[in-house]
T-cell receptor, first 117, second 114 residues
Framework: EAGVVQSPRYKIIEKKQPVAFWCNPISGHNTLYWYLQNLGQGPELLIRYENEEAVDDSQLPKDRFSAERLKGVDSTLKIQPAELGDSAVYLC???????????????FGPGTRLTVL | LAKTTQPISMDSYEGQEVNITCSHN???????ITWYQQFPSQGPRFIIQ?????VTNEVASLFIPADRKSSTLSLPRVSLSDTAVYYC???????????????WGLGTSLAVNP
């Protein structure tokens, strides 16, 4: 079974440029997460989708970050314009979430390492 | 929201048992305890989850005392490949929507030496 797929794996851009990350979750997983991880820190949730609905985007900097999950499958996270402080690893995860605490294990992709110059 | 506290780092040797303790003093009634492992340049990977007493799977055991204010991840006979960062998370797995919050701390960096 294929895991969570993310692309690109690495991205280097200059500040003020736009950038987009793509995530394909495990087939059948209805919950999708985008995290940001700085070096030496734990992941920080940016947004969580249940199917196509963003149910938690309270930590998403909406002035420059946007995300979408069309048809409740693939998802794209965009930053426009990028700032130096956005350099980090962006992780995508998915979970099955059958309800009542079943299937809440998160499966992570390898992440996209963003460097903003 | 239940905050967790773990040691920043631990050292061990191959073949030893490693116990990593996580404190979560304000854990709520519906909160579960979940541990993840993360290798460099990879996303975290689920290890084990529990609510109370003891849970064991093929890779680890999780010990949770009656008051649930702490938990201990036990890795039996570690090898060099167990060198990684281990995260303890506490959160309500039953509540959907915006009410379910999971906070990732700094994790524990485990170094297994030969």
């Amino acid at each position: 079974e294929a895991g969570v797929v993310q692309s690109p794996r690495y991205k280097i851009i200059e500040k003020k440029q736009p950038v987009a990350f793509w995530c394909n979750p495990i087939s059948g997983h209805n919950t999708l997460y985008w995290y940001l991880q700085n070096l030496g820190q734990g992941p920080e949730l940016l947004i969580r989708y249940e199917n196509e609905e963003a149910v938690d985007d309270s930590q998403l900097p909406k002035d420059r970050f946007s995300a979408e999950r069309l048809k409740g499958v693939d998802s794209t996270l965009k930053i426009q314009p990028a700032e130096l402080g956005d350099s980090a690893v962006y992780l995508c995860a998915s979970s099955l979430d059958l309800g009542a605490g079943v299937g809440n294990e998160q499966f992570f992709g390898p992440g996209t390492r963003l460097t903003v110059l | 929201l239940a905050k967790t506290t773990q040691p920043i780092s631990m050292d061990s040797y191959e073949g030893q048992e490693v116990n990593i303790t996580c404190s979560h003093n304000n854990i709520a009634t519906n909160d579960y305890i979940t541990w993840y492992q993360q290798f460099p340049s990879q996303g975290p990977r689920f290890i084990i989850q529990g609510y109370k007493t003891k849970v064991t799977n093929e890779v680890a055991s999780l010990f949770i005392p009656a008051d649930r204010k702490s938990s201990t991840l036990s890795l039996p006979r570690v090898s060099l490949s167990d060198t990684a960062v281990y995260y303890c998370l506490v959160g309500d797995m039953f509540v959907a929507g915006n009410n379910r919050k999971l906070i990732w701390g700094l994790g524990t960096s485990l170094a297994v030496n030969p």
